[in-house]
Nanobody
Framework: QVQLVESGGGLVQPGGSLRLSCVAS????????MGWYRRTPGKQRELVAI???????NYADSVRGRFTISRDNAKNTVYLQMNSLKPEDTAVYYC????????WGQGIQVTVSS
């Protein structure tokens, strides 16, 4: 079992930056897939970014070029660097891991507003 705890969310102005962190309760070096999803009211949860254990990444078209996902196996942490934030990035962001069994964090609010 893996527990995931997100941090780093909050309120930011359009064009600003935030970095989300997701700390896992155990080593992530053998966790094949980790990433971030987000959900806004009235919408389904959507993929934001995924990183595979070998380092390959994939991004939603809406965030590609603005967001960067990375993982630090030594710290059991996955990061999401979010730059050039837009109001439409406002959502609850969830950390995710999968080794066949999926685990989710509790979610953290990101609000982009002036």
């Amino acid at each position: 079992q893996v527990q995931l705890v997100e941090s780093g969310g909050g309120l930011v102005q359009p064009g600003g930056s935030l970095r989300l962190s997701c700390v896992a309760s155990r080593s992530i070096s053998r966790i094949y897939r980790m990433g971030w999803y987000r959900r806004t009211p009235g919408k389904q949860r959507e993929l934001v970014a995924i990183i595979i254990s070998g380092g390959s990444t994939n991004y939603a078209d809406s965030v590609r070029g603005r967001f960067t996902i990375s993982r630090d196996n030594a710290k059991n942490t996955v990061y999401l660097q979010m730059n050039s934030l837009k109001p439409e990035d406002t959502a609850v962001y969830y950390c995710y891991s999968s080794t066949g069994v999926e685990y989710w964090g509790q979610g953290i609010q990101v609000t982009v507003s002036s």
